[in-house]
């Protein structure tokens, strides 16, 4: 049995989520609130972040595309025209930038401030860092992510998917973080309408209805979160 260590609201864990569930894999969710560093978690890993993701019994595997290379050693080479990362070298290094693009680039200039600002810093106490939100951090974040979504448009109108003519972790990576602002109503979709058909594409798959159902305490989604055609 896979086990995840997670936060709802973290793209990495939710990227993952979405890998194992298009590979039909059965797994638990185990919550964290990375900012407490709690024993269990830092056991798994010192660096005391998320996602985590354990085997039965086996030694931990810690980060998005880590974890993501090691469901595709383990799943998707079983899995053909189903795999999530492409047979052919160049292929699979596309795939693998624009992974790291949504995971690593966007995570560093959006989605982590705008989560810990509006989310985070809402249950962190005041030694953790909670309190109010920076607006000149969220200002920059919403800046920034009308860069992202218009790159997302871009790829969507000269590719069948993100990275080519399959589904790949780079859709899943793209999505992953796209529904976390989305939730927070942070994406303006009516700028960028290419971007939105593609995300709609995305949300219509059965491995995203349970990000759908999911809400955060005390923060509800943006009004038209949980509907396909919006």
């Known amino acids: 049995m896979l086990r995840l260590h997670h936060h709802p609201m973290s793209a990495a864990c939710r990227f993952l989520r979405l890998v194992m569930t298009e590979y039909g894999e059965r797994f638990e969710l ?3 609130r990375p900012w407490e560093r709690s024993k269990e978690l830092l056991a798994l890993n010192l660096a005391g972040t ?3 993701l354990v085997e039965d019994n086996g030694p931990p595997i810690v980060g ?11 799943r998707g080479v079983f899995q053909r025209d189903r795999r999530l990362l492409a047979e052919k070298p160049f292929e699979r290094a596309e795939i693998r930038r624009l992974t ?7 995570e560093g200039e ?3 401030y705008l989560v810990r ?4 810093k809402r249950e962190m106490t005041a030694a953790e860092g909670g309190g109010a939100p920076d607006s000149s951090a969220m200002r920059a974040a919403r800046a920034n992510l009308k860069n992202h979504v218009r790159y ?6 000269s590719r069948n ?3 080519g003519s399959h589904l790949s972790y780079a859709d899943l990576s793209a999505a992953a973080a796209i529904s976390v602002l989305d939730y927070l109503g942070e994406v303006r979709w009516e700028d960028d309408p290419v971007a939105k058909d593609w995300y709609m594409r995305i949300k219509s798959r059965p491995s995203f209805r349970p990000f759908l159902q999911e809400r955060i305490r005390g923060i509800p989604p943006a009004a038209h979160y949980g509907e396909l055609d919006f």
Not at 64 to 74: I, N
Not at 100 to 106: A, E, I, Q, R, S
Not at 117 to 120: A, C, N
Request: glycine share 8%.
């Open 30 to 32: 185990v919550d964290e």
């Open 50 to 52: 998320v996602p985590v």
């Open 64 to 74: 998005g595309m880590v974890a993501a290379e090691y469901l595709d050693e383990t």
């Open 100 to 106: 790291d693009w949504f995971l690593g680039k966007m």
């Open 110 to 112: 959006v989605t982590r």
């Open 117 to 120: 600002e509006r989310v985070f």
């Open 152 to 157: 997302i448009g871009w790829l969507s109108e």
């Open 161 to 163: 998917w993100l990275a």
